[in-house]
């Protein structure tokens, strides 16, 4: 531990950027994305490698947008954001975003797919006189067709407007994740028994196989992985007040083997249910990977969960399955670190701050920490306690403070991060950013125009949506 008083400057600190690298940047997304178009473009390849005889283009475009949304479908299971393979190396947000891109897509392909067909089919359907309406269908392939359509409009439409809805979050959850499986059933079914192209055998092998995926990964979901938390139980063992309506609960595992994860990712937790009951929720971890087999959260009262989150009783049961996310110093560099926390937004901050204290970090470190409230502030003296050991800058910005309140006052804003962020050299910084949706976004835009390249800056916003 370095004395009070011997501590160093950022200029004398600060290394070069290469020996503060941690390891080289990812390119796991990129690998990704070309293995997503790989998945869903292949369809595409099977029916031309069919070579049967071409139709107008309005017909085999409506086949291929069909084609190209089964797939796109088939894999918003695996992009549902509770696979780390995923979320751990594209981050929960953007995994979160690109489900919702491609939902918004894959619908818009559907719902245009039966208005393309100019060709009228064989069979006239008894209702169709004029059969300008016969589409030539089996009537179970109508039927399976019908309904995934007029169900995929409704989910959509139903997860869009989510919050104007009178459902709790879980009951919407449960809807979301079964219709959606019989959207893939019935998909599945109408492709292949309608399909000119999906009917032939190598393209229903390749629908079978995606239906296949995307009903394991449910499985994984709501039975394989629920069964390994119970396998790992944890007990919690303290719940205190962090701050106003936010507290610290600590969990340790009743036996075995405890979890491993990095500073900064968060986990889904249970509390007093079996972990097959569809209500964990998203918390970040807050204390730090040296601190384990000991797992703290700093949860803030916010709904039906969270509110009864202070009296939850010591020893309780606790399941966690993780550790998700990528919010982590690991692969990243920077010449220093800026942390900037909305509210409890500051719990993987904590997490990153509490693991760099222990391993007596000598990297520069600012933390810019907004609340509205002062006595929303967490960890004040714990944070003023790390200026002992870490080369930190700590400001306090409060929007609503108290007459004597002597930091600094106002949002989190271009003007706030201007006044502590524009330092020489503060483009080849890191920039760790957590807190509420709308803050990460002003944020992100400010160090922007304060000249922070986007590959700098890493977020989280605390919310699944
Ligand atoms: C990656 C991530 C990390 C988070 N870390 C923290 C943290 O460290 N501390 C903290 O206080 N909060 C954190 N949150 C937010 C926290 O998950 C929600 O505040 C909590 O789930 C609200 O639950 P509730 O039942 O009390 O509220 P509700 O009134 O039921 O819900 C409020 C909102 O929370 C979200 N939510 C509710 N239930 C779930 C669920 N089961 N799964 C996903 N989202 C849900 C929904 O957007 C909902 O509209 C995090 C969220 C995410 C996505």
Redesign the pocket.
């Known amino acids: 531990m370095r004395p009070a008083g011997m501590k160093q400057t950022s200029e004398e600190t600060a290394p070069p950027p290469s020996t503060h690298r941690l390891r080289l940047p990812s390119s796991a997304p990129a690998v990704l994305l070309i293995v997503y178009l790989s998945v869903v473009l292949t369809p595409l390849a099977l029916a031309y490698l069919q070579d049967l005889p071409r139709r107008n283009f309005s017909d085999e475009l409506s086949s291929a947008l069909a084609m190209v949304a089964l797939a796109m479908l088939l894999m918003e299971f695996v992009l549902s954001g509770r696979f780390n393979c995923v979320s751990g190396s594209m981050g929960?947000?953007l995994t979160?975003r690109f489900h919702q891109l491609i939902a918004r897509s894959l619908t818009v392909f559907l719902l245009v797919h039966p208005f393309l067909y100019v060709t009228p089919l064989k069979h006239p359907l008894p209702w169709d006189i004029t059969k300008q309406m016969t589409l030539g269908l089996s009537s179970a392939s109508l039927m399976t067709g019908l309904l995934g359509w007029l169900l995929l409009a409704s989910l959509v439409l139903f997860s869009i407007y989510?919050?104007l809805l009178p459902y709790?979050?879980?009951t919407w959850?449960l809807s979301h994740g079964l219709g959606a499986a019989l959207i893939a059933v019935a998909g599945t079914h109408h492709a292949i028994d309608a399909g000119r192209y999906s009917g032939q055998p190598n393209l229903t092998a390749y629908w079978l196989g995606m239906l296949a995926l995307a009903v394991f990964t449910l499985l994984y979901v709501y039975v394989i992985a629920p069964l390994r938390q119970l396998r790992h139980p944890y007990r919690v063992v303290s719940v205190k007040k962090a701050a106003l309506k936010?507290w610290d609960i600590d969990i340790e595992p009743r036996s075995g083997q405890d979890m491993a994860f990095e500073a900064g990712q968060?986990c889904?937790l249970t509390l007093n249910r079996s972990p097959f009951a569809?209500?964990?929720?998203?918390?970040?971890?807050?204390s730090c990977p040296a601190k384990r087999p000991s797992i703290g959260?700093?949860?803030?009262?916010?709904?039906?969960?969270?509110?009864h989150?202070g009296s939850i009783q010591i020893g309780a049961c606790a399941y966690i399955d993780g550790p998700?996310?990528n919010?982590t110093l690991a692969g990243r560099s920077g010449a220093g670190i800026a942390f900037i926390a909305g509210g409890?937004?500051l719990?993987?901050i904590m997490s990153i701050l509490r693991q760099l204290r222990a391993e007596n970090d000598s990297r520069p470190l600012k933390l810019i920490y907004g609340n509205r409230l002062v006595e929303q502030i967490m960890y004040r003296s714990e944070l003023d306690e790390m200026k002992d050991i870490l080369d930190i800058e700590i400001h306090h910005v409060v929007s609503e403070p108290p007459a004597d309140w002597a930091g600094a006052v106002g949002q989190l804003d271009e003007a706030m991060l201007k006044r502590y962020l524009s330092f020489e050299g503060h483009a080849q910084w890191l920039y760790v950013v957590c807190g509420p949706a709308a803050m990460i976004d002003g944020v992100e835009t400010s160090l922007e125009t304060i000249g922070v390249p986007l590959r700098q800056i890493i977020s989280?916003?605390?919310?699944?949506?």
């Open positions: 929960i947000d979160m989510r919050d709790r979050y879980e959850r936010t968060f889904w569809v209500t964990e929720h998203p918390f970040s971890i807050s959260f700093t949860i803030k009262e916010a709904g039906d969960f969270t509110d989150i998700h996310g919010l409890v937004g719990a993987p989280e916003k605390f919310s699944y949506d």
